[in-house]
């Protein structure tokens, strides 16, 4: 069975990151690659996010920005807000 690829998704597809994640997992300068990968994904869009709480955990954990600390209810209400959104694809 072949390895599903970006390039195979044909839903919207979103994709959010904060700006000052330093796992070494999820850079977020990765979702520009996985953004033009996503070649057949209508609509598509990256959500950056910053700021926050200061961290209380490893890099890779969620008390830091990985895990969108302080901000996860903005970050949880843009997400909600993107799948409402009407989209045509």
Not at 34 to 42: D, V
Not at 46 to 52: A, R, S, W
């Amino acid at each position: 069975m072949k390895t599903p690829q970006p390039g195979d998704i044909r839903v919207p597809t979103l994709i959010v990151r904060d700006k000052d994640d330093q796992c070494k997992f999820s850079s977020p300068s990765e979702a520009d690659a996985i953004y033009q990968a996503l070649s057949h994904a209508s609509p598509k869009e990256i959500l950056t996010f910053e700021g926050g709480n200061p961290p209380k955990s490893d890099a890779c954990e969620a008390q830091v920005q990985h895990g969108y600390f302080g901000i996860e209810r903005d970050v949880v209400d843009a997400i909600i807000g993107w799948i409402r959104a009407p989209h045509q694809g």
